[in-house]
């Protein structure tokens, strides 16, 4: 009996997910070329307007913010999850190792507004944060982390932490150790093994993990709106008070488009980048 049929009915859903996504894509790109009539849900005329709208001052801000946001959070991110990558791949104590997977998932199992309202309350001006900075006596008055890029980065990196841990585990597990015995019986010390063998052959999962905390941080809209309270304006934040509360919804469709083609294009270049370092590295 031929299994082609089996695997057609496999194929299924990834065809009608693709359908889906195509669709809405087109259907993004259509709105994004008819005009706003104001007072009225339903879109005008074809024009270029909205994009020629997208060259004010307050959406090239909103750009800026963002990409500085998704660059900060994503090397924070690697910075903090690397280590614990590291551990619950090689630590030599079983607990240990899983007390770091059950720490990193279990964000994945609260959803964004949950642990968004978490930092809220940690983040204040009367915050877990700063009650115990200033007992400690390290600052005398509080730090403002609330509607600030700093708070929303922090915030950021802890949505984005599970996912970087878990790609950076994959990527250190699939590591042949024999590499580093071979270096260690060449006389290489610990960190000369870690620096000129594990992070070069742990490159491709940084550049996957460091990719995904850039994609996942532009689209996120929960934290960048609670966190910053209306003072951190991203694509996602502009695009729901454009399409949200001016119901201006040709103009926040053109907003989405040239944002996903603005991500699309910084990520090929990241890619681009940390594949020549990549190659630099392994020869």
């Known amino acids: 009996m031929s299994k082609r049929p089996f695997l057609g009915w496999f194929a299924a859903p990834s065809v ?3 359908f889906a996504i195509v669709a809405s894509f087109l259907a993004i790109v259509q709105y994004s070329l008819r005009a706003y009539i104001p007072g009225s849900l339903d879109p005008g005329g074809f ?15 909103a750009f800026v913010t963002t990409v500085m946001l998704c660059i900060w959070t994503a090397i924070f991110t690697l910075l903090v999850g690397y280590p614990l990558a590291y551990a619950m ?37 009367r915050g877990f944060l700063n009650v115990v900075l200033i007992e400690m006596g390290i600052i005398d008055r509080p730090i403002r982390f609330m509607f600030t890029q700093l708070g929303v980065v922090i915030a950021l990196v802890h949505f ?47 550049v ?12 996120a ?24 509360a001016s119901f201006n919804f040709p103009l926040a469709a053109s907003l989405s ?24 590295g392994v020869h």
Not at 259 to 280: D, H, P
């Open 208 to 219: 996957a993990a460091t990719s995904t905390a850039f994609a996942w941080t532009f689209s």
């Open 47 to 61: 024009t270029l307007e909205n994009f020629t709208t997208l060259w004010k001052a307050a959406y090239g801000q």
């Open 160 to 206: 984005t932490l599970p996912i970087v841990v878990v790609m950076l585990a994959a990527a250190l597990s699939h590591i042949d150790r024999n590499y580093e015995r071979a270096a260690s019986s060449l006389g290489a010390g610990r960190v000369r093994v870690f620096l000129t063998v594990t992070l070069p052959l742990s490159i491709p999962g940084i």
């Open 89 to 125: 791949v090689r630590g030599r104590s079983a607990a240990l190792r899983s007390a770091i997977l059950l720490i990193s998932l279990t964000p994945l199992f609260l959803g964004e507004i949950v642990r968004t309202y978490s930092w809220m309350i940690v983040l204040g001006n």
């Open 221 to 244: 809209f929960a934290t960048p709106q609670m966190i910053g309270g209306g003072k951190v304006q991203t694509i996602s934040t502009m695009v729901y008070q454009v399409g949200f």
């Open 16 to 18: 009608l997910i693709a």
């Open 257 to 280: 488009l040239v944002g996903l083609l603005f991500t699309i294009a910084i990520l090929a270049l990241f890619n681009t980048g940390m594949r020549r370092v990549e190659k630099l």
